[in-house]
């Protein structure tokens, strides 16, 4: 049976918030050890090794968790990030001489698109590499970042990215095709929706409070409506956590000490998520900077729409799918215009588009793709 090493920053741990950020990587090496033999390279807190049936997981700790929050620009954060170099491509190299895959595939282009690079040099193993927005929109513009990234991505066997603007951003950046491969996760079965067929609807947040998300922009948005548009909500509520977490807490304040019904809660797991989308009438996607976030699909296989801003893929999608109510722009004003809209619109009107949607990025689907595209029954 072939071999398939998935390198990856993201994969669920017992650190808060890893399982939103690496729910459907796990959800991929599942299904991807339906068909081949799996090995997952991962960081973590402790160093670990476990097994079920074709997939296994070798956690490998470094210095500081989340990875996604260390910036090579700041002198303070270089030993974390050196650290976390080295044990990363010690702990692939262990994997390679011991059993060795067949293929490497680097989710993302940094830092896993480093270790496959040199293992790949060094023991003759194709890889592949699984972009995302941050490694072209934030780690692409920094100089000589971008001069290994671009090495990085011309010396892979197969290259992909989980949006179509990004697709072509990779193109241009590593003069090679990039083909497009959605991220996508299964969802947790829920009884049904509980969508309302009438005001009041009930709205929800689902993200890390970070500043490209806009949980900021949201809560500047809720402030905006009138004593009428809140008549029609019977409740917000926001999930997640990260750096924005003490503006979020003021914001969210000023909104109740005005008696407006908003609630804050912490990281959910895949449950209790499918559960929140599923309570909601609306889904809240305020994102300054975005590709095609996962939680779109989430909506979509749940059939709950969202209220979006016109960024990345979100306007391509929004022609394709009709998935519920898209801001003129991206600042408060705009977003706040797309909730009243929302308000006065039934849910049920975008029901056609979410199947659609629900149909197109389905996971297995998106594996066979995956495994068909890089010519992996060559390896």
């Known amino acids: 049976m072939r071999h398939i090493a998935i390198l990856t920053t993201s994969y669920p741990d017992n650190i808060p918030g890893s399982e939103a950020a690496g729910s459907f990587v796990e959800d991929f090496a599942r299904e991807l ?179 490209n998300k806009g949980v900021d922009l949201l809560l500047d948005a809720l402030v905006q409506l009138s004593d009428a548009d809140w008549q029609r909500i019977s409740e917000v509520q926001i999930f997640g956590g990260g750096p924005l977490a003490a503006v979020v807490s003021e914001k969210t304040r000023v909104l109740q000490n005005l008696g407006k019904s908003v609630e804050l809660g912490g990281y959910l797991n895949k449950v209790q998520a499918s559960e929140l989308i599923a309570w909601a009438d609306y889904l809240l996607l305020p994102s300054r900077i975005e590709s095609i976030p996962v939680i779109f699909s989430d909506a979509a296989k749940v059939g709950t729409p969202l209220v979006s801003t016109p960024v990345g893929d979100l306007p391509r999608l929004y022609e394709d799918y009709q998935f519920g109510i898209m801001a003129s722009d991206v600042n408060p004003g705009a977003f706040c215009m797309a909730i009243k809209m929302a308000l006065r619109t039934n849910p049920s009107d975008f029901h056609a588009g979410l199947e659609k949607a629900k149909q197109d990025f389905n996971l297995p689907e998106i594996v066979d793709k995956f495994l068909d595209q890089a010519s992996l029954q060559a390896c």
């Open 33 to 211: 050890s339906g068909r081949v033999r799996v090995t997952v390279v991962t960081a973590s807190s402790l160093d670990n090794i476990s097994s079920a049936g074709n997939l296994t997981v070798r956690r490998f700790a470094v210095p500081t968790l989340p990875l996604s929050l260390l910036n090579p620009l700041w002198p303070n954060q270089w030993v974390p990030i050196i650290v976390t170099l080295h044990r990363g491509l010690e702990a692939v190299k262990q994997l390679t001489i011991k059993d060795r895959p067949d293929h490497i595939f680097a989710l993302w282009a940094l830092p896993c698109g480093y270790w496959a690079n040199a293992v790949a040099r060094e023991f003759q193993i194709p890889y592949s590499i699984w972009a995302l927005g941050s490694d072209i929109w934030s780690l692409g513009k920094i100089p000589l970042v971008r001069s290994y990234l671009r090495h990085v991505l011309k010396d892979a066997h197969a290259c992909y990215a989980d949006g179509y603007q990004l697709a072509s951003e990779v193109r241009k950046l590593g003069g090679r095709d990039c083909l497009f491969l959605p991220s996508t996760r299964r969802m947790e079965p829920v009884s049904s929706a509980h969508h309302s067929s009438a005001h009041p609807y009930k709205l929800a947040f689902l993200g890390r409070w970070h500043a």
